[in-house]
């Protein structure tokens, strides 16, 4: 729901009156709420991540009700605030109960196909409003009722704490907090998340709008956010290529493709081809670049994991919600191609800042 609120911005922006700027910092306030619930996941994903799961959907859907009801901007922001807290309480729960209900062996694979479920819903919300738009509201109540299903799904999915002995697990149930030297080995990958965060951030909150902008219709502009999805969604393809590269090489091939996608669509929004090409390059790159954060959090301490992502996710957020501030305030000054073309050289400083090595870790 947080990654879709750039396609219906615009029809949002005309109904409610709503600036860039005030967009932006809705944005920033959902990124915000991302990392309060994401925190809340550090700790309690080991001992509870089918509460977390339950109280995901929960906030995920009353947010798009009030969403989908919004009489003011106001209402809007503040639902859609509270709807991002599903996906942060989320994110440490998949960890946990994918490394238990999945062979020790696959869960690499699985947890980047996992993080690749951003693609297919993007597809799907593309699609929704290709039929929905300009009626924003009934897209918000089909997402409520998404966020349900997706909840129930992830339960039943789930094996408990009964899995065999062979079957990964993020250490003893009450040890969710790691110790002090963990934190100082993921310097160079939170600063790295951050600078991913906070560069992604225009291209997920002012993406569409853009395109309008650039004389693209609201069909054009939404056949590119499909695109978008449509890249995310490809990643389960390249999964098993991906995991066989060390974590700061397929961070840095990731790395570079969100930034290449960025300025393609800063420079080439008035011609759709290449506005296609850059939305499904962007789609690809920062889902696989998420995936491989998580990958290599891993790597530092696989006893940690589910603590390791929400910390990770929390860093990518956080930078979304400085990003998203800038963008918007930036676009109104600058226009649209120096806001993409600084987002992307924001990006691209992940590739250096990943260079700070940590013990073990390729």
Same mark, same amino acid.
């Given at each position: 729901?947080?990654?879709?609120?750039?396609?219906?911005?615009?029809?949002?922006?005309?109904?409610?009156?709503?600036?860039?700027?005030?967009?932006?910092?809705?944005?920033? %306030? #959902?990124?915000?709420?991302?990392?309060?619930?994401?925190?809340?996941?550090?700790?309690?994903?080991?001992?509870?991540?089918?509460?977390? +799961?339950?109280?995901?959907?929960?906030?995920?859907?009353?947010?798009?009700?009030?969403?989908?009801?919004?009489?003011?901007?106001?209402?809007?922001?503040?639902?859609?605030?509270?709807?991002?807290?599903?996906?942060?309480?989320?994110?440490?729960?998949? +960890?946990?109960?994918?490394?238990?209900?999945?062979?020790?062996?696959?869960?690499?694979?699985?947890?980047?196909?996992?993080?690749?479920?951003?693609?297919?819903?993007?597809?799907?919300?593309?699609?929704?409003?290709?039929?929905?738009?300009?009626?924003?509201?009934?897209?918000?109540?089909?997402?409520?009722?998404?966020?349900?299903?997706?909840?129930?799904?992830?339960?039943?999915?789930?094996?408990?704490?009964?899995?065999?002995?062979?079957?990964?697990?993020?250490?003893?149930?009450?040890?969710?907090?790691?110790?002090?030297?963990?934190?100082?080995?993921?310097?160079?990958?939170?600063?790295?998340?951050?600078?991913?965060?906070?560069?992604?951030?225009?291209?997920?909150?002012?993406?569409?709008?853009?395109?309008?902008?650039?004389?693209?219709?609201?069909?054009?502009?939404?056949?590119?956010?499909?695109?978008?999805?449509?890249?995310?969604?490809?990643?389960?393809?390249?999964?098993?290529?991906?995991? $066989?590269?060390?974590?700061?090489?397929?961070?840095?091939?990731?790395?570079?493709?969100?930034?290449?996608?960025?300025?393609?669509?800063?420079?080439?929004?008035?011609?759709?081809?290449?506005?296609?090409?850059?939305?499904?390059?962007?789609?690809?790159?920062?889902?696989?670049?998420?995936?491989?954060?998580? $990958?290599?959090?891993?790597?530092?301490?696989?006893?940690?994991?589910?603590?390791?992502?929400?910390?990770?996710?929390?860093?990518?957020?956080?930078?979304?919600?400085?990003?998203?501030?800038?963008? %918007?305030?930036?676009?109104?000054?600058?226009?649209?191609?120096?806001?993409?073309?600084?987002? #992307?050289?924001?990006?691209?400083?992940?590739?250096?800042?990943?260079?700070?090595?940590?013990?073990?870790?390729?």
């Amino acid at each position: 729901m947080r990654l879709a609120y750039g396609l219906v911005l615009p029809d949002v922006q005309a109904d409610l009156d709503l600036g860039a700027a005030a967009a932006g910092g809705i944005s920033a %306030g #959902a990124s915000a709420m991302y990392c309060v619930g994401a925190s809340v996941g550090f700790l309690v994903a080991a001992r509870v991540p089918r509460t977390l +799961v339950v109280s995901a959907a929960g906030t995920a859907a009353l947010g798009a009700i009030g969403v989908a009801v919004s009489p003011s901007a106001a209402v809007f922001g503040a639902s859609a605030v509270l709807a991002s807290a599903g996906a942060g309480l989320a994110s440490p729960a998949l +960890v946990r109960i994918v490394a238990r209900s999945v062979p020790s062996q696959d869960v690499p694979r699985t947890q980047t196909i996992v993080n690749s479920g951003t693609g297919p819903g993007l597809v799907a919300a593309g699609v929704l409003a290709l039929v929905l738009l300009p009626e924003w509201r009934t897209a918000w109540l089909v997402s409520a009722a998404c966020a349900v299903v997706a909840g129930v799904a992830v339960l039943r999915a789930d094996h408990g704490d009964t899995a065999p002995e062979d079957r990964a697990t993020t250490g003893p149930r009450g040890k969710s907090l790691p110790p002090a030297p963990w934190f100082r080995r993921h310097a160079g990958l939170l600063v790295a998340a951050l600078l991913l965060g906070a560069g992604s951030a225009a291209v997920w909150n002012l993406g569409r709008a853009v395109l309008v902008d650039a004389g693209s219709g609201r069909t054009a502009s939404v056949v590119a956010w499909i695109a978008l999805g449509v890249g995310g969604t490809a990643v389960a393809v390249t999964a098993r290529w991906l995991d $066989a590269r060390p974590p700061r090489t397929a961070w840095t091939i990731t790395v570079v493709a969100v930034a290449l996608g960025t300025a393609g669509l800063g420079v080439g929004a008035a011609v759709l081809p290449v506005a296609l090409v850059a939305c499904a390059v962007f789609g690809w790159g920062y889902t696989a670049a998420t995936g491989a954060l998580v $990958a290599w959090t891993g790597a530092i301490d696989a006893e940690h994991a589910p603590s390791g992502t929400s910390m990770v996710f929390v860093t990518l957020v956080l930078g979304q919600a400085v990003g998203a501030a800038v963008a %918007g305030a930036v676009v109104e000054q600058a226009g649209a191609a120096v806001t993409m073309l600084g987002a #992307a050289l924001v990006v691209a400083a992940g590739v250096p800042a990943s260079r700070v090595r940590q013990d073990g870790v390729p």
